[in-house]
């Protein structure tokens, strides 16, 4: 597994662009959880994309969490965009390859039925 470090590196996640603040605790752990400022809240300025963690008591920790968390996020979108990209060329691949003999067979049978339909329209004869 790669360290915090490279896996920000590789999302393109400086520090400098990270806005960090530290709120107090909320939930279930008593008076303690509510008297330290243990959740960390981070907000990557340049995307606006926000993240905060409460899951352990240890501050550090949850900046460490956190910061998992955002380059998860990116990674997230960035999966996203490729998947996106590949289907786009795949639609392109699909739309320009040539059609199978039964397609253009199954064409040609309409095509014919529509000519006879319209030959049917004509002026009557007697």
């Given at each position: 597994m790669d360290t915090l470090e490279q896996r920000m590196k590789r999302a393109r996640i400086?520090?400098?662009?990270?806005e960090e603040r530290f709120v107090l605790g909320s939930g279930s752990g008593g008076q303690k959880i509510n008297k330290t400022a243990s959740c960390v809240y981070l907000k990557?300025?340049?995307?606006?994309?926000?993240v905060s963690c409460q899951d352990s008591r240890s501050r550090e920790k949850?900046?460490?969490?956190?910061?998992?968390?955002?380059?998860?996020?990116?990674?997230?979108e960035e999966q996203k965009k490729r998947l996106q990209r590949a289907r786009?060329?795949?639609?392109?691949?699909?739309?320009?390859?040539?059609?199978?003999?039964?397609t253009?067979?199954?064409?040609?049978?309409?095509?014919?039925?529509r000519s006879d339909k319209k030959k049917l329209r004509g002026r009557v004869r007697s």
């Open positions: 400086l520090e400098e662009d990270l990557h300025i340049p995307t606006g994309v926000e949850n900046r460490e969490i956190a910061r998992s968390r955002l380059c998860e996020r990116f990674e997230e786009q060329r795949a639609l392109k691949r699909f739309q320009k390859r040539r059609p199978s003999p039964a253009r067979a199954k064409k040609r049978r309409n095509k014919q039925f």
